[in-house]
């Protein structure tokens, strides 16, 4: 079956400091992928998306490239604030339009320190 | 500002209560899906529903049941509670791919 696999974490940075969280997943056909964040107390809330391979999602500072060669969706933020604090999960819909539900990795508990 | 609402974000029930966790959405959204989140595990697929009274089981629906009866509303029962079932549950809603919309989640503790 379909699966995604991210680093857990906790994920603790200084201000300004470069960030990436790694996903790669498992899956039939030709998957979307999704990045969502959840605040403290918080449902998720989507980050970014891409559809199709080299798609680049983007979305407050944050990037991921859909690299079907290596099956990866890695996120990625040149300068991360405080208020970036939050858990991140990688998630996936393998087709179907929408209605069998995302696939999620675990999340990644990311902390940054001012 | 469109919206999956919980009817309660926190919740105590004790052991072999019948349980029932209410969600609405008022995006007029085909899907809608219950989540449950626990440390370390992620978010797992309890049930989901494409259409009024239509229901299909997720990844790990033993223990709970669930209720459409209208478009905008998807309920959650847990007919015997236990303690394997103190989680955080997440309700989600969806037009598409693309729109996943999350409410704030309710946490659920059985004793």
């Known amino acids: 079956g379909d699966s995604v696999t991210q680093m857990e974490g906790p994920v603790t940075l200084s201000e300004e400091a470069f960030l990436t969280i790694n996903c790669t997943y498992t899956a039939t056909g030709y998957p979307s992928l999704f990045w969502y964040v959840q605040y403290p107390g918080e449902g998720l809330q989507l980050l970014l998306k891409a559809t199709k391979a080299d798609d680049k999602g983007s979305n407050k500072g944050f990037e991921a490239t859909y690299r079907k060669e290596t099956t990866s969706f890695h996120l990625e933020k040149g300068s991360v604030q405080v208020s970036d604090s939050a858990v991140y999960f990688c998630?996936?819909?393998?087709?179907?339009?929408?209605?069998?539900?995302?696939?999620f990795g675990k999340g990644t508990h990311l902390i940054i320190q001012p | 500002d469109v919206k999956v609402t919980q009817s309660s974000r926190y919740l105590v029930k004790r052991t072999g209560e019948k349980v029932f966790l209410e969600c609405v959405q008022d995006m007029d959204h085909e899907n809608m899906f219950w989540y449950r989140q626990d440390p370390g595990l992620g978010l797992r697929l309890i049930y989901f529903?494409?259409?009024?009274?239509?229901?299909e089981k997720g990844d790990i629906p033993e223990g709970y049941s669930v209720s459409r009866e209208k478009k905008e509303r998807f309920s959650l029962i847990l007919e015997s509670a236990s303690t394997n079932q103190t989680s955080m549950y997440l309700c989600a809603s969806s037009r598409d791919t693309y729109g996943y919309t999350f409410g704030s989640g309710t946490r659920l503790t059985v004793v």
């Open positions: 998630a996936l819909s393998d087709g179907g339009g929408g209605a069998d539900g995302l696939t």
């Open positions: 529903s494409y259409d009024v009274k239509m229901k």
